[in-house]
């Protein structure tokens, strides 16, 4: 298990660990009604401690959330998830307002991805869509993710599309 987040790159992105001058842009888009796909809006005290799992999960398990970036502009974030609230290792994503349609989640989820395959050897992982997030529906898909219908989930309404 690594404790330490690694640095991941791709032609456009770096991927690194949240710090704390990210928390101001994460809690805008949780409190926003962009987050009623994930569970919110969120108040503050909400997105804060969402903000904590995705860091304290690379001390507690050995994976958790990366921002990503594209030069010195933080345009989302990729995880993957695990611990209590979810089922089975998640392959997460969410990109921040105005970032939308520029294939910054998809080279940044297939980079985690790739990363979990190679480093946390899991036989698979899942992503847990909202019915109604069309968007991440496609994405999730153009990831080379299929539904499973029978995976458990943290949501009853959720989609689960298994990755592998």
Known sequence: ??????????????????????FEDYAALMQSERAIHMGGPFDREGAWYAFCH???QWLLMGHGALMVDVGDQ???Q????????FPEHELGWLVYAGQEGKGYALEAANCIKAWA??????????????????????????????LDPDAARPDPDDLVYRHW
């Open 1 to 22: 298990m690594t404790a330490t987040p690694p640095i991941l790159t791709t032609d456009r992105l770096v991927l690194r660990a949240p710090q704390m001058a990210d």
């Open 54 to 56: 995705d860091t304290a």
């Open 74 to 76: 933080t345009v989302g």
């Open 78 to 85: 990729v995880a993957i998830n695990s611990g209590p609230l």
């Open 117 to 146: 395959r190679e480093t946390l050897a899991l036989p698979s992982l899942v992503s847990y869509v909202d019915h109604d997030n069309h968007r991440s529906r496609r994405l999730a898909e153009r990831l080379g993710a299929a």
